[in-house]
């Protein structure tokens, strides 16, 4: 059974970076397309980042420049660099498994979810 455990998020002064890790139960971060996303208080989920199977990747407008996606299919883990970080990104950040190889915006095209793990901008 696929799980998916993220880890690296905290509290981080405007400017700062943060990276943030997704590893995998499986071979799967190969496989499958990788996405990131965030919630803010009182706002839906967003897509953030993701990465195909081949390695396309994709990114929001608001972090585009600042964040970086990549994954270690070794490890089986997907990382979220992110730097130059602004208040406005603070959000609990999600690390979901795509059901497809392909990367997708829409969450319906996701199946498997981390629990994640909160970031915190201070200004």
């Known amino acids: 059974q696929v799980q998916l455990v993220e880890s690296g998020g905290g509290l981080v002064q405007a400017g700062g970076s943060l990276r943030l890790s997704c590893a995998a139960s499986?071979?799967?971060?190969?496989?499958?397309?990788m996405g990131w996303f965030r919630q803010a208080p009182e706002k839906e989920r967003e897509f953030v980042a993701g990465?195909?199977?081949?390695?396309?990747?994709d990114y929001a407008d608001s972090v585009k420049g600042r964040f970086t996606i990549s994954r270690d299919n070794a490890k089986n883990t997907v990382y979220l660099q992110m730097s130059s970080l602004k208040p406005e990104d603070t959000a609990v950040y999600y690390c979901?498994?795509?059901?497809?190889?392909?990367?997708?915006?829409?969450?319906?095209?996701?199946?498997?979810w981390g629990q994640g793990t909160q970031v915190t901008v201070s200004s």
């Open positions: 979901a498994r795509s059901k497809y190889s392909s990367l997708s915006h829409w969450e319906y095209e996701y199946g498997e």
């Open positions: 499986g071979r799967t971060v190969g496989i499958h397309a």
């Open positions: 990465i195909s199977m081949i390695g396309y990747t």
